[in-house]
C-alpha cells in the first residue's frame, strides 16, 4: 500500500539537518527499494539545476516528502520514527496517510 509521509522542518533547523545528513543518508538506504518517489522540500528561490546533496546544499532544504510502497501503517511509520532526523528533532509538522495515486493514469 501507497503512504506519504510528508515532514516540514522546525524554524533554525539548518544546522541540525546538516549535521544528521550522512546518518540520514546511510538510514535510507536500507529501504530505497520502498521509496516510490520523494524528495525535499526546499526554500523559495532554490536553484534545482545546481543543488548539490552535502551539507551545504542540505541547509537550503526545509522538509521533505517520500511516497512509500509498504505493508501498513506501522511500517510507515516505522520509517519515519526510526529516521535519525525524527530521532535528532528537527520536525514540526509530520503528515502519514495512505496514498491515493490518480495522476498520471497508467
Known amino acids: 500500500m501507497l503512504y506519504v509521509i510528508a515532514r516540514k522542518d ?3 533547523m539548518a544546522d541540525e539537518r546538516a549535521r544528521l545528513l550522512s546518518k540520514h543518508a546511510e538510514y535510507q538506504k536500507a529501504f530505497m527499494s520502498l521509496i516510490v518517489f520523494g524528495g525535499g522540500l526546499v526554500k ?3 536553484n ?3 543543488f548539490e546533496y552535502n551539507e551545504e ?3 537550503g532544504v526545509i522538509g521533505n ?3 512509500v510502497d509498504v505493508p501498513d501503517r506501522a511500517a510507515a ?3 519515519h520514527y526510526e529516521d535519525p532526523y525524527t ?3 528537527i520536525f514540526d509538522k509530520v503528515i502519514i496517510e495512505p496514498f ?6 497508467e
Do not use: D, F, H, Y
Not at 491515493?100 to 493514469?105: E, F
Open 48 to 50: 534545482e539545476s545546481n
Open 65 to 67: 516528502m517520500l511516497v
Open 44 to 46: 523559495e528561490g532554490i
Open 87 to 89: 530521532m535528532g528533532g
Open 100 to 105: 491515493l495515486k490518480r495522476v498520471p493514469l
Open 77 to 79: 511509520e516505522a520509517l
Open 10 to 12: 522546525k524554524e533554525g
Open 57 to 59: 546544499g542540505i541547509r
